[in-house]
């Protein structure tokens, strides 16, 4: 056999193995991410205020929580953070039911005239839930509120 035709086969057989083995490997990770993909892994929520521009801010994942608060006015910000513990993050996350979240109904801003927008971002792996000013969903709003509430209970003074 030619050289060529070697080197032609080398090559076709080294691609032949190498997708093989990718198709493998990407098989594995796929079923590894299904099995976590109700797994909360950050929960944030905002307030923000119209025309003065007051906000705070937290963001919380398994191991640390980040706190911002300022007015947009006046050109204030502060800022906090801090590791939590896995006891603190279960207890955070144990009133979130994930089937229930696409239950929960946003309602329109109020920033626009001059309200104050609650928004919530709840991250799986499989999926972003982000409700604005859910509050007006009597029905559903239970768990959020909760999480404020277990927010409460971690932020210093200033930033509740």
Request: glycine letters at 2%.
């Amino acid at each position: 056999m030619p050289t060529t035709k070697i080197t032609y086969l080398k090559i076709l057989f080294s691609i032949v193995l190498l997708s093989a083995f990718l198709s493998c490997d990407s098989k594995k990770t796929e079923s590894v991410s299904h099995k976590n993909s109700n797994e909360i892994t950050f929960i944030s929520v905002s307030h923000v205020e119209g025309n003065l521009g007051n906000y705070r801010i937290i963001k919380v994942t398994k191991d640390s929580v980040f706190a911002e608060k300022g007015k947009t006015d006046n050109k204030t910000h502060k800022a906090w953070a801090s590791a939590i513990s896995k006891d603190t993050w279960k207890q955070l996350i144990s009133s979130v039911k994930i089937a229930d979240l696409d239950s929960i109904k946003s309602s329109p801003s109020q920033q626009s005239v001059d309200g104050i927008d609650e928004t919530f971002q709840i991250r799986t792996p499989k999926k972003s839930h982000i409700y604005v000013n859910a509050f007006v969903d009597t029905l559903h709003y239970k768990q959020l509120q909760q999480i404020k509430e277990q927010l409460d209970q971690i932020l210093p003074k200033e930033y509740k």
